[in-house]
């Protein structure tokens, strides 16, 4: 998230350090190239500026704004590397400088590196703590480190401060979801199969629009607590909304049956159903219980949503249009996410996270003649993002060209080992090209994501390709295995797609 105004006043900020010290007696010479230098900033002609500050820096060394000023043109026209080594000598002449840990900060996020923006960021705050712009990149950064428990901290405060910015909504949205996730990811580590965590699930399948898998859940859920409130209310609404009014109302009549809660022995649910969502997630950020967990799972869950309503109220934005690309990407809707994406460049069309996020959603929908073009950009101005070698080799792959796509995915998986997506594309084009062995490493690697067993399938052929038997009838035996599985898992989602009377 990034505030191009706060660019503009952090340059006004420079100019009055350096406009100050010329009027210090330096001589007509470097004010007029100043001059220059802030006129092609303020016309967008930042490696102009840059080489103009340059020559300023060189005349006079010891001149924090104008090394200031440097490092800005150098961010603004993308060497965020050169521009973080001027942040940092101005800094050695003046420690306490905000504007110089702000930059420095933000150049970090520019790099991918939010754990080291952390600091610079925070010591800009501290030094204003009205800063806005210094309190939205800190809380960019803590989210993308998911410390979302921070990040919400510094949305919230930003919110109060700007309650019209659509940033300050949605990363305190965002960040509502990731605490929403986290305590449903330690409610699964504790009670994998309690009524809590199959009533979780439901809701999830519920707003993706898969009203049978829901039902399913929450009829085991049910069965694991039949007093457990709501649930029938839900499965009544799942009746209504697959056209059984009379089973609904079925449904109906037990939830008003069962009896309100006892506010001494559950106050976590009573907190929830009279709207309490920051007290409750406070009480239950002391307890480590199933219940605990899943209170704090809906309460989050509430509190977002609040803070998506609010951005929706707002004109038209960009924030917006990201919200809805990455609600329609959970659901599978990637053409979709893609349009929302576009709508959202509309708007910014220079902001690089949107054209990244309008790249991968055209990636996801399998348009790769569309994407391409569009990967090919922003791998130039990213050469060493694990991502984006992937998506755009796999693209490549894809469209036929494994020759060309193995060095940039030979680049995703040494980038970003983890990736193991990545390696399974690398493997596909070393097969594409004959070149079994070289492709076998990678297949491993991916195997940890085989869901239908197709990875163990072209890992067994590449055995018998290379001459190894044994491992490839080991291999084979493992992919059958893999596949009857599958095929249980296939017969056992059409029998949950079946709604079935109360």
């Known amino acids: 998230m990034r505030l191009r105004r706060g660019l503009d006043c952090l340059l006004c900020a420079c100019m009055f350090l350096l406009v100050a010290g010329v009027a210090r007696g330096q001589s007509e010479d470097p004010a007029a190239r100043a001059q220059r230098a802030k006129q092609a900033m303020s016309a967008g002609r930042f490696e102009e500026a840059a080489a103009i500050y340059r020559e300023l820096v060189r005349a006079l060394p010891h001149n924090p704004g104008l090394r200031l000023n440097l490092g800005l043109a150098l961010h603004s026209a993308g060497h965020f590397r050169e521009a973080i080594g001027q942040f940092q000598a101005v800094l050695k002449q003046q420690p306490n400088s905000g504007p110089a840990w702000l930059m420095l900060g933000m150049a970090r996020l520019k790099l991918g590196q939010p754990a080291r923006a952390i600091t610079p960021l925070e010591r800009a705050l501290r030094s204003d703590p009205k800063n806005t712009i210094a309190r939205l990149e800190l809380a960019d950064a803590y989210l993308s480190l998911g410390w979302a428990a921070e990040a919400a901290t510094h949305f919230q405060r930003l919110s109060d401060l700007e309650p019209s910015n659509p940033k300050a909504w949605q990363g305190l949205g965002l960040s509502y979801v990731v605490l929403s996730r986290q305590a449903f990811s330690a409610l699964e580590k504790v009670a994998p199969e309690s009524a809590y965590m199959y009533v979780l699930l439901a809701r999830s399948r519920d707003a993706q ?49 069962l009896p309100p809660p006892d506010c001494a022995s559950a106050k976590l649910e009573c907190d929830f159903l009279a709207g309490r969502y920051t007290e409750l997630v406070a009480a239950a950020g002391l307890l480590s219980t199933p219940e605990a967990y899943y209170w704090r799972a809906r309460a989050y869950g509430e509190l977002s949503l609040a803070a998506f309503a609010r951005l929706s109220q707002m004109p038209a934005s960009a924030e917006m249009h990201e919200l809805m690309a990455e609600a329609y990407r959970t659901q599978g809707h990637h053409r979709q996410s893609a349009q929302e994406w576009g709508e959202a460049l509309k708007l910014r069309p220079q902001d690089r996270r949107l054209q990244k996020g309008l790249a991968r959603a055209l990636w996801l929908d399998r348009d790769f003649q569309v994407a391409r073009p569009r990967l090919e950009e922003l791998i130039r101005g990213e050469p060493e993002s694990g991502d984006l070698n992937y998506q755009y080799g796999d693209t490549l792959v894809e469209l036929g060209a494994a020759e060309g796509a193995i060095p940039f995915l030979e680049k995703a998986v040494q980038k ?45 052929r590449a055995y018998e390709k290379t001459g190894q038997q044994l491992l490839a009838k080991q291999t084979m035996q493992r992919f059958n295995e893999i596949s009857k599985t599958a095929r249980v898992e296939r017969q056992r989602f059409f029998e949950e797609r079946q709604i079935t009377p109360p």
């Open 209 to 257: 629009n898969r009203p049978p898998s829901a039902f399913a859940l929450y009829r085991q859920a049910l069965a694991k607590s039949p007093g457990m409130r709501g649930v029938h209310g839900a499965l009544a609404a799942i009746y209504q909304k697959t056209d059984h009014p009379d089973w609904a109302a079925i449904e109906e009549e037990r939830e008003r049956q």
């Open 416 to 460: 970003s080992p983890g990736l193991l997506e990545a390696h399974a594309s690398l493997a596909r084009a070393y097969l594409r090209l004959d070149r079994a062995e070289q492709a076998i490493p990678h297949l491993k690697m991916a195997l940890d994501v085989d869901e239908t067993g197709s990875f163990y399938y072209q890992l067994a």
